[in-house]
């Protein structure tokens, strides 16, 4: 049996230039907490700014909380979890009323939280969410 040839050195430092880069995906998708070390999603009630935020027939990502709220016509409020069910990446999109995850491009209605492009199939998670002193508050469903 004839012997493998040795790889050349280009060989083996193209390889090991692409280890670094092809591991960022890994982190990107495997993120379970949101921007600068904040939980998934809220474990209390957390405040998230003024309910003149969200318009009518409208939503807003408050990306720092992984928490997206959106207002019905009669002029109440939804809140979802804005952690992607697919690969748990925290979803940084909001165009219109539709999320968009930056892992796999998963889409989800802001307004019901039910899935609009796979690849995730589970809707996001529902959470409480009021008004308090001219405030919107979030926080885990009780």
């Known amino acids: 049996m004839p012997a493998r040839p040795s790889p050349s050195r ?16 890994l982190a990107a998708c495997s ?4 921007a ?20 009518k027939g409208g939503a807003e990502l408050y990306r720092d909380h ?8 009669d002029g109440s409020l ?4 804005t952690i992607c069910t697919h690969a748990q990446c925290p979803i940084n999109k909001l165009e219109g009323t539709t999320l968009i ?6 889409e989800f209605d802001a307004r019901t939280g ?21 405030k919107i508050v979030a926080g885990p469903l009780s």
């Open 36 to 55: 600068e070390g904040a939980p998934a999603t809220p474990t209390a009630p957390v405040e998230l700014g003024p309910g003149s935020d969200v318009a």
């Open 31 to 34: 993120a379970g907490a949101g």
């Open 114 to 134: 039910k899935v609009l492009r796979s690849p995730a199939t589970e809707p996001l998670r529902e959470l409480s969410v009021r008004t308090a002193n001219g």
């Open 101 to 106: 995850c930056p892992c796999h491009g998963s």
């Open 10 to 25: 280009r060989t083996v430092l193209r390889g090991a230039a692409l280890t670094p880069v092809a591991g960022l995906g």
């Open 78 to 81: 939804k809140a979802y979890s």
């Open 66 to 73: 992984n928490v997206v709220v959106s207002r019905a016509e």
